[in-house]
């Protein structure tokens, strides 16, 4: 099959023009994307908490940190396969691309069943690692058994969703995800008023509405004339392609599993306090990522703009536009936190009525907003080595501190210190902050050694 070397209106070249500019056109359809994918399980929440009840609630919540161990791992798949893709456009190989193209949609059928079976098989001796209560447990397993049945239209979405944003389109995931999200909100209510399906009917209809969206995205990969157009009878796994995908992807999927598993002991210690605190740190959970939301985006802009700039051998241009995306998330990010800590309260309350809950969800939001700045360094500056095709540094970091410190800080404090959900609280903060230190303090050396010289590990075309 010939490739054109032309790109199209669909595809965003970032090796040019206005750093700025770029940055921010490719993040806002991005972060409005990651808006309306968090509505998935957000209005799930948001249904369960007001109709069906506390124990649904805290069900719901409590199996957000199982569900992420799997997807974040996909999700570093995905990171890399992004960056191998943004490399190999950067340097306009587009056979090379449409070849990596293939064997990452190759290779995400075989996650798919693969991760279907690993989740449903271990639902039950997840919750019971996170010393779920009884009166949550059937709630629990019953969402996740359903949750997991149906993952392989997530995980089919989000693969796609990166092969487009590795060229620079962001607009037509945002697209999809707005009718799915909207098909999802309609679902919930039919599911849950209607048939009275109750925590089983929201995880009916955030599957249903995922199974869309991905073949929504499949589609348009297969009947696009574009530079990324998926050719069913070219898949194949190529197994020098897959080694790269995956020496950058492994390591960030390996980060995000462990932190997320470290946070299922986090979870724990929530539990300690019983369903109302479960519950109100549901509600301030699904905030935190809403806060989120600008960091990730602009991670993602991050390595886009650094893989793309890498592969055009234009080094000191990834670098500043490194710094300039980690400004422009850092005061995005405190200026929602700023708001959430005033309107911490209204906030709380769109998940629920339960005033107890409202009271922990309010606790731990105020204590925790504005560490998140920090945050925005961690995740910025980390999805930029991993553009250069640095993973290990980032997640070496970050497991250092999201894991081994944050773990160490929640033993030392609940018995030597004192046992209050305040104190657990900050067990996240305690990670962000110290995570923030260490990555600048190696990105400054690693571009600062061997007379300013970079040590990029580019892809090999």
């Given amino acids: 099959m010939q490739i054109s070397l032309k790109k199209s209106r669909t595809t965003r070249d970032m090796t040019s023009g206005s750093i700025v500019r770029q940055v921010i056109l490719f993040s806002l359809p991005l972060m409005l994307g990651n808006i309306f994918q968090m509505l998935y399980n957000t209005v799930d929440v948001i249904v369960v908490g007001n109709y069906v009840g506390t124990q649904a609630l805290a069900a719901v919540g409590a199996t957000t940190m199982i569900i992420n161990m799997l997807v974040f791992f996909f999700n570093g798949f995905s990171v890399g396969a992004g960056v191998v893709i943004g490399n190999y456009f950067g340097a306009r190989d587009m056979e090379k691309l449409h070849t990596a193209v293939e064997t990452t949609v190759a290779m995400t059928f075989v996650l798919c069943a693969v991760f279907t079976l690993l989740g ?51 607009l037509v995931p945002l697209l999809f995800l707005v009718l799915t999200s909207l098909l999802n909100i309609a679902l919930d209510l039919f599911f849950v008023l209607v048939l009275h399906q109750g925590i089983a009917g929201v995880a009916y209809a955030t599957i249903i509405s995922q199974f869309i969206s991905a073949v929504l995205i499949l589609v348009l990969l297969t009947r696009s004339k574009e530079i990324y157009r998926l050719v069913w009878r070219d898949l194949k796994l ?21 932190t997320s598993f470290s946070n299922v002991f986090v979870q724990s210690y929530v539990n300690y306090f019983g369903s109302s605190c479960m519950a109100g740190w549901s509600c301030y959970n699904k905030l935190d990522q ?96 991993r553009g250069e095709g640095d993973a290990r540094a980032p997640m070496v970091i970050m ?43 190696y990105y400054i050396w690693k571009h600062n050694r061997k007379g300013g010289r970079y040590a990029y590990s580019r892809i090999q075309r």
Wanted: with cysteine.
């Fill in 290 to 385: 809403f806060i989120m939301l600008p960091m990730q985006s602009m991670s993602m802009a991050a390595t886009t703009f650094v893989s793309q700039n890498i592969g055009a051998n234009q080094e000191e241009r990834a670098k500043r536009g490194t710094y300039v995306t980690v400004g422009l998330a850092a005061g995005v990010t405190a200026v929602i936190a700023a708001f959430l800590f005033v309107f911490a309260a209204p906030a709380t309350r769109l998940f629920t009525n339960d005033e107890m809950v409202v009271s922990f969800g309010v606790l731990f939001l105020r204590t925790n907003v504005f560490f998140l700045v920090a945050n925005c360094v961690n995740h910025v500056l980390a999805g930029a080595m």
């Fill in 399 to 441: 497991l250092s501190c999201f894991v081994g410190l944050r773990q160490i800080y929640l033993f030392v404090v609940t018995r030597f210190v004192a046992n209050t959900p305040t104190l657990v609280g900050l067990g996240y903060p305690v990670g962000w902050v110290s995570c923030c230190v260490l990555a600048v303090s």
């Fill in 238 to 258: 190529d197994g020098g392609i897959l080694g790269r995908i995956f020496s950058v992807g492994l390591p960030a999927g390996i980060q995000s599993v462990l």
């Fill in 120 to 170: 449903v098989v271990g639902v039950r001796p997840m919750l019971a690692v996170m010393s779920t209560p009884a009166d949550v447990m059937a709630d629990a397993t019953t969402y996740l058994t359903i949750y997991f049945l149906g993952i392989s239209g997530l995980l089919i979405y989000n693969i796609g969703s990166g092969i487009l944003r590795a060229v620079g389109n962001t």
